[in-house]
């Protein structure tokens, strides 16, 4: 009997700034690698190394595969070298290798483009007659031939989310996104019941769909929504749940009942910012068509079925001053919004972002792909009209302060539960924006020891209701998610 080949597949992470990887509680199975390992025929022997866990070691393989988003695409380059060297094939997709295909083929033997499910069997039957091309084009498949994730590869790691897709495709267009470049204007979705026959496998009892738009804007896509959450009720499956979401989210009500039935306590809503300046320089063009002043009331809506908002908010946009940075901290401390997801804003590779700044000569971080490590949206790597890096770096580390320190996100737990009236989500928003805290306050504070040293009038008081929550409201949560 002819042994088995073996394939590892790498998920690799930037060595020397953890970020959200030092919280367990938030770190993501790889899923794209759960779907090349249901690709993969069963001739090979499929193991998962995710370095947001384990430090990759060479070992013995027959092909080593790697998925990266850009900031990690140093590391993946940098094990790619020590695998070649030993003489083990190796290839890579993703986004960062659809965007920036000449320089990784400078450091990979093969990539594919686009996505896996319409090039990786033809990769694996040519690598097998041993004449791979360099360059396979997955394209845009339909989301019905996607196959369900192959989970038994992350039962080594003690990952808290499961991780389901039910589309695919973005047609808002954002300037600084590379969705629409990596998974096309139209949306694609997969059939409802294809995907809850997929959530049934899932054992986990926290979920997130991946999808980059859960409740897209075309026609059906709200009675969608309300047939995969009220199929998520009718199978009893018992799951709390997070995503990521447009404004349209709460567009309407009966979405919102469902979705909070059906478990969610959680929705990233892209904010981005408070001006139309601001939202025209990025293309913001849903926020822009809902009117400034419909956030309030958006948050209102979500808020009054117990979900919580994860706001994404981007500073240093190309038309802000020093003033308008803090005017858009403001804008977000006197938000409702319960946790929030402050970053600089970042030139990826692929969007319409970084071509006019690239053709303007803006981007000053350009030491590819070493550079690459700082497109982590923390560090800036653009000079901008009214705001210089060094303004930048300055400016953002007391507004960071401002936001992650312990007492902020202490009074942001309260104000989320006063909104939202539900125990479950304010446990979820404190512990979403302490994860937050660990990451754009690395190096700079650290919110469990720090806190410990200084402690406010004002956390000095809260300490005792926080041990009450611990002990009554929030003691199942604890144990059954892991304590924040």
Known sequence: MQSKKKLILVNPILQGF???????????????????AALTPDEWETELIDEAYEKFTLTSADLVAFTSFTANAPRAYEIAGLCRKAGIYTVMGGVHATMCQHEALQYIDTIVTGEA????????SDLKEGKPSRIYEGNLVDMNDVPFVRRDIFKKYPYVYDLVQTSRGCPMGCDFCSVT?????????????????????????????????????????????????????????????????????????????????????????????ETWEALTSIKKNLNIRKGLGAYDEIFRKIHRHGIGIL??????????????LYARRDFLKNSSADGYQCTVLTPLPGTTLY?????????????????????????????LQHLTRKDVTTTMKDIW???????????RLFRTLLNSHSFKTAYWAYGINHAYSRMFLEGIYHIDKDSRRKRSFYLQLTDQILKIFYLLPWRKFSARFGAR
């Open 355 to 383: 071509e006019r700044m690239d053709r303007n000569r803006q981007i000053m971080a350009k030491d590819y792909p070493n550079d690459w490590r700082f497109y982590n949206g923390v560090t800036s790597v653009v000079e």
């Open 18 to 36: 953890d970020g959200l990887m030092q919280d367990a509680s938030i770190r993501m199975m790889p899923i794209a690698l759960g779907i090349v």
């Open 181 to 273: 470049q990596m998974c096309g204007k139209s949306y694609r979705e997969r059939d409802v019941e294809v995907v809850l026959d997929e959530l049934e496998q899932t054992d986990r009892p926290l979920l997130f769909f991946s999808d980059d738009n859960l409740v897209n804007n075309n026609k059906g896509a709200q009675e969608r929504a309300i047939r995969l959450f009220k199929g998520m009720v009718e199978r009893k499956m018992n799951k709390v749940w997070f995503s990521q979401a447009a404004l349209n989210f709460a567009d309407n009500d009966e979405v919102l009942y469902w979705a909070r039935k059906s478990g969610c306590v959680m929705i990233l809503l892209g904010v981005e910012a």
């Open 117 to 124: 499910e319409g090039a990786w069997v033809k990769f694996l």
């Open 311 to 324: 706001a994404t908010i981007i500073f240093a946009l190309e038309t802000d001053t020093i003033e308008s």
């Open 401 to 411: 302060l401002s936001l992650y320190t312990k007492e902020p996100v202490r009074r």
